[in-house]
């Protein structure tokens, strides 16, 4: 069947290819029915080339569709070959000003905050680099697709609307020439025959609704083939259609992963094909599966040919787009063609006909026709406003369509709005120049259209639900109303577009349009006023939380448009004084709807009476929204503002204003406010307590709260203060306490309630709070004379003085206008002070000292303060009168006299003291302390304003009594502030004479004990300080027979678990310190190295590329072996119980091992026993001379024979004596069945084999098996790398090797050493000398060892570490004398030979690169006749080099990391100290370390003393093949010094990572733009992150693409930038990550996650040195661990699905 397919597909491409467009076209050009002739053409051969079987070939289909269905069209359209056609075309096109560029998903785009019409106004990344508006306030967004450049479009910009590159295109010409005059008139006429034809076919066959037959494309042959095509919703998610996939159609996981991921990027694809049966079935199977508990998926059966037409339907509108690129004439034509209306009337054009149908779409569909809109429609001016038109006319129905789309805004013609909208021409103010043709077409849409009334009364139509009043109701807030609820909220930001461009002048029509729309949203508010009303819970607390986010989401939504609604009111005076008058006419009919059964009642008091009604917040009904209310308190105070009312006050309606009425409801809601804070409303629940909270927030407070306040002092402005305080207080509900005449008596009695006192109290500090806000806050322009700018300053300075505040939280503590501004940053630098941060944190702004004296404690956005109210009050007041009598004029008289009516006592019958008399008993009342200061000012301003009064009556002023009484008072105070200060000092001096007095005494009887202690003190000191000196004298040598003779201190320790003491001693309990061990590729060469398999890899020879290693990591806490084991049995226990309850993963995995440090809680998954210097137990004496190396190796040759010999006869024979071993000659003293007794207790040898065993496991990833030989070589792995990446760190941070060593890494690298060291005693005694034998053969050849790595494939201090930590294997059993010291020097002498030719090898010295010094030393010479000798061994394959002194220079930097890494090594080793020069950054670092390690200054002179068997040894090492082959250059091999690794280097500009990621298509879906992209820091690999299309299998587990890159990049541990969201991503294996902030900061130091604020961003170098040092020091694990476990969120992430 399959061969039989591919014969068929065969023969129908040579067929196929036989087609000649040119022919065809000419066919077509002679046609009388073009029409009929195109779709007989298209009938043949678009089923012979798309859909050919189950699965889609795009790339044939593409050649084959260009060829035979395109390439007849574009010769037709062009006339001639279109390869020359379309370049005339381009030439003789006037190219367009405006951009036009498209965004792509994820693409940067940037919004100029200073000359941007409004935020929707966007440049592409290159048209911002080429403009103005780089060196402006701008900020920075990804594109979430769709949208397009805003460039050259001069009514999206204040100034500077052309980037360079669009404003060469500008020329003198009229704007608005057509476009048709560069066309030659016959190819209009073609373009409009082929345009038409080719448009009308693709809309047709895109809105065909049948599934069998096609429109008037019938095939003579018609085959019986069907797809069964899924398409996609945004309802099921990714999970359910895998799973029903593989039920429905048989497929494996993988194949319903590619189904599900195409089905998402193009909104269908087929999934099974075949007859129609077949096809059915899969179908019923899908829809039985999804439709338990939703809406099923929808599946369609369709016609091969359908699907085949549909498909080349699409191909065609995106040619069109392309076309359309070469000539604006062309585009034109094309935009006529589509909007062209049909013989059906209206909305039958082909533009129409694809908006109507849009929901009906698949979305790769609609990508394409929006695409082709955005290029053509939106791109010609003439045709942008023609568009527009029908677009608003539709508007109603498109909005109903999309509210029962279940695809995204994003993907629905309804988001076009924000490119319609938003132009202000369209919007019907600014009367351009347009031709007189277009100015009676384009009736523009506000005016014409009618837009606002039509957005708004659409909103209402979705919002149905109302109550008896006809207020809105909304039901509980369920998934499925959340979905709809945010369908509709999109309606009010069409509504906040239209409003967005401000008018500049008005036409009547414009008035009145504006006016019927302010009708409509005035319906809108009265419909919110008074929704969601409450009442108290009395009794019991109430069972269900209403439902209230979604009258507040409405709130939050609308609250932009109010302010804006006002801002346009404010432009024309007729439109204010309309806008009031309706305003007022709405709110008086919400009243009368209100007062039903409110019973009018009359309060008096002190000899007032007032009328009101009955009401009681806390029994009666209240609503927070109120936005008719607050809306005429905006109005009202434009008025003000804009002198509206002083010049028509005849035009308003002030007499029909009634006070009492206009104050009820925004007083109702402060005093519900009150008595939440006053505990009365407990029982209502967190509904309320959330009403109230954002009732005072910033996003909602400028319309709500504000507007109350505005509206109370509206009413007060115009009502008796004393009546307006006896509604007040009745309100309140403290109308009784304050009108009844001992009240509080009643109180004083024994059975009063607590709780009702404390209430009232509480509430008489609101009600005084309240009048303090209405009287205090007049810096509101149009209440005070201020304007917005003192506004934001106060703010801000309120802001600041609670703490000092980063950029981003003052940004969000003040509220935003409808262009996300605050107008912050034009105050800011009057008002406060930057500070820049440093490597954490973020800059933050500090209030300027002279700005303190502006603070008001009472400021209205505070939240509760806890200072006296009552105090406040007469302060303002005696300001109040104060200001007043300051600014007197001749004839004004002054009628603000408070301080006369606090003078005055209270009169009969109660006869109290004023309320001076009272403040003046009261300043020295103890428990008022905090208010003292408030009472002394308050009695001085007293005073003052005394003085005034009396100088302008002109009387001479008398000091008054009230004065002087109070200057004494307060100088009697000062005094006794002073005295106390006085004796507390002298108190603190007699106490600490006494106590060092003691300390003295004490020290003199404990005279002995003291000495004692402090002896101790200095060896510990240097036991813990190893490094510094004690010989000060004396050459310090680290290894051989000289080595320098240090005393061993003790070593006393504490375990961190039961705070014991102990020494540390060969044959004492085990102590250890906590560890983590790590594979690690921080040092590697190559991290493309493909991982052997790790069952049968030998580790023995490290690779110099250190692809990967084992690092060894301890916090340096030091535990009992036996407590740490007790703790650990306990945490895996815990473990255990916990998984069964809980099932999430924990920041540590104890099935491997790992626990968490019980003292830091660092993450460890091992532990390393404390020991003393090993070397010591195996040294014996020395009574003989020491051997030479020449001799030393023939000896040691002779006892690897040995050895070798006596391994091979054991394995021959297990029983008698071979003759082989009687001829064998053992060197004297050599005892090859000498068995050394282990000299460790127990405890530290089960401690020495866990630590092993363990490195071994992480090391190889394999099980453990202590048994297994290669344990140790991974013990003696891990000791070299983690020094040699912790003298990298210390050379790349350019620090001394010595001393500057944190503790933890100084002694987990001593124990780490020493257990290295004495491994070897736990492990198989063959097996390590079997070890030795082998790494020794690769520098001394021997006959049994062939096949060895050559000297380019070995890293030489990986061989020198585990050659001398072997070596006492075989040195235990060699009694002849030897010591052990000169073994140790032999092997590192040996090891540093073959370095040093390893480097000279491999040198690639360019001798003209350096200024060279003719210094001729003695070392140049000797390296160059060493140089001259390796030329001669490798037969002249190695360059010719003349220079000594850059041989030199290059041998010394090529082998100073290797000495740096043995001085660690032997100081470590063998305990002796660092010399002083090693311990700073000097000169001669060099021969410093080659005299600590008995080394010559001149290297070479190593190979001049040990000639003879030197020669033949380099001999050996340069004839290996491998380096025949490297000198010819045929392979590779490292050169010397490695260079360190670091992280990639980042751009300055975070943009540019943007612009990366933006380009960067997934791999595996077939270029489609990745959700996540997200860039490896370690090697600059870009990964799609986060999505099913790219995960892989690891280890059986399905991974996502970053935690499959760790793995090979990073050995389980990676670094990520997830560059959408600007976050640093660490990840170690799969179940352990965190979030960790970027190293990318604005210019308030301040990073920006998830780039929501938008601002520009730089990279900060000293924050990405952070992250690099991290991953350098191995942190990245430890850093997760720390991270997870201070939120527990972190660990609940599926990491290993990024």
């Known amino acids: 069947m399959a061969a039989d397919l591919e014969s068929e597909v065969q023969a129908i491409d040579k067929s196929l290819l036989e087609c000649s467009a040119e022919e065809i076209a000419v066919k077509w050009l002679q046609a009388n029915d073009l029409q009929k002739e195109v779709y007989q053409h298209l009938a043949y051969y678009v089923p012979k080339i798309y859909c050919r079987g189950p699965n889609p070939a795009p790339q044939r289909e593409d050649m084959l569709a260009q060829h035979v269905l395109l390439g007849p069209m574009e010769w037709y359209l062009c006339g001639e070959d279109p390869a020359f056609g379309f370049p005339k075309l381009e030439q003789a096109n006037k190219p367009s000003h405006l951009c036009g560029r498209v965004f792509k998903v994820g693409e940067p785009t940037y919004s100029c905050r200073d000359c941007a019409v409004d935020p929707t106004c966007v440049l592409c990344m290159e048209c911002f680099l080429g403009s103005i508006h780089r060196e402006h306030r701008y900020r920075m967004t990804t594109s979430g697709g769709g949208g397009f450049c805003d460039c050259g479009d001069t009514e999206a910009w204040k100034e500077g609307p052309y980037c360079q590159k669009h404003e060469l295109n500008t020329s003198e010409t009229a704007e608005e020439e057509d476009p048709l005059v560069h066309l030659p008139e016959d190819m209009v006429a073609r373009a409009y025959n082929i345009f038409a034809i080719t448009f009308k076919y693709a809309v047709d066959i895109l809105t065909w609704e049948k599934e069998n037959e096609l429109p008037g494309l019938e095939m003579i042959e018609k085959s019986d083939t069907y797809y069964c095509m899924l398409f996609n919703d945004e309802v099921h998610t990714y999970e359910q259609v895998i799973y029903t996939l593989q039920k429905a159609v048989n497929c494996t996981q993988k194949e319903a992963i590619g189904f599900a991921t195409t089905v998402d990027r193009d909104g269908r694809r087929s999934v099974r094909y075949g007859d129609f049966q077949y096809c059915d079935q899969a179908k019923s199977v899908i829809v039985r599966n999804t439709s338990r508990q939703t809406k099923p998926l929808k599946v369609q059966v369709m016609h091969s040919s359908i699907v085949a037409h549909q498909s080349f339907g699409l191909k065609l509108l995106t040619w069109l787009g392309s076309v359309i690129g070469y000539s604006d004439g062309l585009r034109r034509i094309l935009c006529q063609v589509g909007l062209q209306e049909g013989p059906d009337g209206e909305n039958s054009s082909l533009v129409d006909k694809l908006m109507l149908y849009d929901s009906k779409l698949w979305k790769g569909a609609r990508n394409v026709y929006h695409q082709l809109f955005m290029s053509s429609l939106l791109m010609d001016l003439k045709y942008k406003k023609l568009f527009a038109i029908r677009f608003a006319r539709n508007y109603e129905r498109l909005q109903s369509d999309f509210m029962k789309d279940d695809h995204d805004r994003e993907f629905s013609i309804a988001d076009l709005s924000i490119q319609i909208f938003t132009v202000p021409s369209l919007m019907g103010w600014y009367n351009m120049c347009i031709n007189p043709y277009f100015l009676k077409k384009a009736r523009m849409l506000i005016t014409e259209e009618n837009l606002m009334t039509t957005i708004i009364k659409t909103f209402m139509d979705h919002l149905r639900h109302r109550d008896i009043q006809g207020r809105f109701q909304f039901e509980r807030y369920t998934a499925l109303q959340a979905f709809k609820f945010r369908r509709v909220q999109s309606l009010i930001l069409d509504l906040k577009y239209v409003l967005i461009s401000k008018p500049t002048e008005w036409s009547d029509d414009l008035r009145r349009k504006f006016l019927e729309g302010f009708d409509a949203f005035l319906e809108l508010l009265k419909c919110m006023q008074g929704m969601d009303p409450i009442t108290r819970q009395v009794g019991q607390h109430i069972e269900m939380e209403p439902e209230w986010e979604a009258a507040f989401t409405l709130q939050m939504k609308l609250t932009l448009v109010i302010s804006m609604m006002q801002d346009w009111c404010a432009l024309d005076e007729k439109v204010l004084i309309e806008a009031y008058k309706k305003c007022l006419t709405v709110l008086m009919q919400c009243h009368s709807g209100f007062t039903d059964g409110e019973q009018p009642i009359v309060l008096s008091m002190c000899g007032h009476s007032v009328e009101t009604i009955r009401y009681c917040v806390s029994q009666e009904k209240v609503s927070i929204h109120l936005p008719v209310s ?18 028509f006050p005849e035009l308003l309606p002030l007499s029909e204003l009634s006070p009492p009425m206009l104050i009820e409801h925004p007083l109702r809601c402060l005093v519900l406010c009150a008595q939440v804070h006053a505990g009365m409303w407990r029982r209502n629940g967190f509904s309320l307590v959330n009403q109230i909270y954002y009732y005072h927030n910033v996003k909602c407070r400028r319309e709500m709260f504000d507007k109350d306040i505005v509206m109370l002092q509206t009413g007060v402005s115009m009502m008796d203060p004393n009546h307006f305080l006896m509604i007040m207080l009745s309100r309140f509900e403290l109308y009784q306490i304050f009108s009844t005449p001992d009240y509080g008596k009643r109180f004083s009695t024994e059975n009063t309630n607590k709780d009702v006192v404390q209430q009232n109290n509480t509430l008489i500090e609101e009600m005084l709070y309240l009048i303090i806000m ?9 209440i005070g004379q201020v304007n917005t700018t003192d506004e934001i300053k106060r703010e801000i300075i309120h802001q600041l003085s609670i703490r000092p505040m980063a950029h981003s939280e003052l940004v969000k503590a003040l509220p935003e206008d409808e262009n996300r501004e605050t107008g912050m940053e034009s105050v800011i630098e009057e008002v406060a002070c930057f500070k820049k941060p440093g490597l954490t944190g973020r800059g933050l702004y500090e209030l300027k000292p002279e700005c303190a004296k502006n603070f008001n404690l009472y400021f209205y956005h505070f939240s509760r303060a806890e200072q006296s109210k009552v105090l406040h009050l007469i302060g303002m007041a005696l300001q109040e009168e104060k200001q007043h009598l300051e600014n007197l004029s001749e004839e004004n008289v002054v009628t603000f006299t408070f301080t006369q009516k606090i003078s005055k006592p209270g009169e009969a019958p109660s006869n109290s003291p004023s309320i001076l008399a009272m403040l003046e008993t009261l300043q020295n009342a103890p428990h008022l302390e905090v208010h003292k200061d408030m009472i002394r000012w308050i ?46 000092r002298l108190r603190r001096e007699k106490i600490m004479a006494q106590m060092s007095e003691m300390q003295r005494h004490f020290i003199n009887e404990n005279k002995e004990l003291f000495q004692q202690t402090l002896e101790e003190l200095d060896t510990s000191a240097s036991g813990v300080h190893e490094n510094s000196p004690v010989i000060l004298d004396a050459k310090l040598t680290a290894l051989g027979p000289e080595q320098t003779r240090v005393a061993e201190p003790r070593q006393v320790v504490m375990c961190i678990l039961c705070q014991e003491e102990q020494e540390v001693k060969v044959d004492s309990r085990a102590m250890v310190l906590a560890a983590f061990i790590q594979r690690s590729t921080v040092l590697s060469k190559n991290r493309n190295k493909i991982t052997p398999d790790p069952e049968k890899y030998d580790p023995l020879f490290m690779h110099p590329d250190l692809s990967c290693g084992t690092h060894t990591g301890s916090c340096g806490h030091i535990m009992h072996a036996h407590c740490w084991q007790r703790y650990f049995d306990a945490v895996q226990a815990k473990e255990q119980r916990r998984q069964q309850r809980l099932r999430v993963h924990t920041s540590y995995d104890v099935e491997n091992g790992e626990f968490l440090c019980p003292l830091c809680e660092c993450l460890s998954n091992t532990v390393i026993p404390l020991l003393p210097p090993p070397r010591v137990l195996f040294n014996r004496l ?57 000299p460790y207790s127990e405890s530290i040898k089960e401690m020495l084999t866990t630590f092993g065993t363990a490195t071994y496991k992480v090391g190889l990833k394999v099980h453990p098996n202590e048994e297994d030989p290669r344990v140790p070589i991974m013990c003696w792995g891990s000791c070299a790398y983690t020094i040699q990446t912790i003298e990298r760190i210390l050379a790349d941070e350019d620090k001394p090797l010595f001393g500057h060593l944190p503790c933890r890494q100084d002694d987990c690298l001593m124990s780490l050493t020493r257990f290295a060291a004495a491994h070897w005693t736990v492990s198989s005694l063959s097996a390590v000398q079997g070890h030795f034998c082998t790494l020794l053969a690769s520098l001394v050849p021997n006959e049994k060892n062939g096949n060895l790595p050559c ?32 073994g140790d020097l032999h092997l590192f002498h040996l090891v540093t030979m073959a370095h040093i030719i390893q480097i000279l090898l491999t040198s690639s010295t360019e001798e003209n690169g350096m200024d060279q010094e003719n210094t001729n030393s003695e ?20 360059k010719e080099i003349s220079s000594g002194w850059h041989l030199w220079r290059n041998l010394k930097a090529g082998i100073m990391p290797f000495l740096r890494c043995s ?57 290996n093949s491998e380096v025949k082959r490297y000198l010819e250059g045929k392979r590779h091999a490292i050169s010397y010094a490695r260079e360190s690794n670091k992280l990639i280097d980042l751009p300055d500009d975070y943009s540019c990572l943007i612009n990366q990621a933006s380009n960067f298509s997934c791999p595996k879906s077939g270029g489609d733009k990745s959700r996540a992209p997200t860039l490896c820091l370690v090697c600059g690999t870009m990964l799609c992150s986060q999505s099913y299309c790219c995960q892989t299998e690891l280890e059986g587990e399905d991974v996502g693409a970053c935690t499959a890159h760790t793995y090979t990049c990073g050995s389980g541990v990676g670094i990520f930038l997830r560059v959408r969201e600007c976050q640093v991503l660490f990840l170690a294996g799969k179940t352990k990550g965190c979030f960790y902030p970027p190293p990318y900061l604005d210019d308030y130091g301040e990073t920006d996650q998830g780039l929501r604020r938008g601002n520009p961003l730089h990279l900060c170098k000293e924050r990405f040195k952070k992250i690099q040092k991290l991953w350098q020091q191995h942190s990245i694990t430890e850093e997760i661990g720390h991270a997870q476990e201070a939120n527990q969120t972190l660990v609940g992430i599926d990491w290993q699905h990024l």
């Open 1351 to 1382: 000297i380019l494939d070995i890293d030489m201090f990986h061989l020198l570490v585990s050659l001398v930590l072997s070596f006492p294997a075989i040195h235990c059993q060699d009694f002849s004398g030897v010591s052990l010291g000169t």
């Open 774 to 782: 209405i009287v205090g806050e007049r810096f509101s322009p149009g």
């Open 1419 to 1438: 070392e140049e010479v000797a390296v160059l006749t060493l140089y001259k000798f390796l030329c001669q061994c490798t037969g002249s394959a190695l």
């Open 1182 to 1238: 020395d009574f003989s001379g020491q051997p030479n190396l020449t001799q030393w190796i023939k000896t040691l040759s002779q006892q690897v024979q040995a050895i070798q010999l006596l391994r091979n006869e054991h394995c021959a024979s297990h029983s008698g004596h071979s003759e082989k071993m009687d001829q064998l000659q053992l060197p004297e003293g050599f005892r090859p069945d000498f068995k050394l007794k282990n």
């Open 939 to 984: 009695l001085k301003t007293f005073n003052t304003i005394k003085k005034l009064r009396e100088s302008s009556s002109s009387s001479p002023v008398a000091e008054t009594e009230g004065n002087i009484m109070e200057e004494s008072s307060r100088d009697k105070d000062k005094a006794e502030r002073k005295r106390k200060a006085e004796i507390a």
């Open 630 to 647: 607050r809306l005429l308190a905006g109005l009202h105070v434009l008025l003000s503002k804009t002198e509206v009312a002083y010049k």
């Open 1463 to 1519: 001085a660690l090594f032997f100081h470590y080793l063998n305990g002796v100290p660092a010399p002083s020069e090693i311990q700073v950054n000097g000169a001669n670092q060099f021969e410093h370390l080659c005299s600590y390690l008995s080394l010559p200054n001149n290297l070479t002179c190593l190979f001049q003393e040990n000639g003879e068997i030197l020669n033949t040894l380099i001999e050996s090492w340069c004839s």
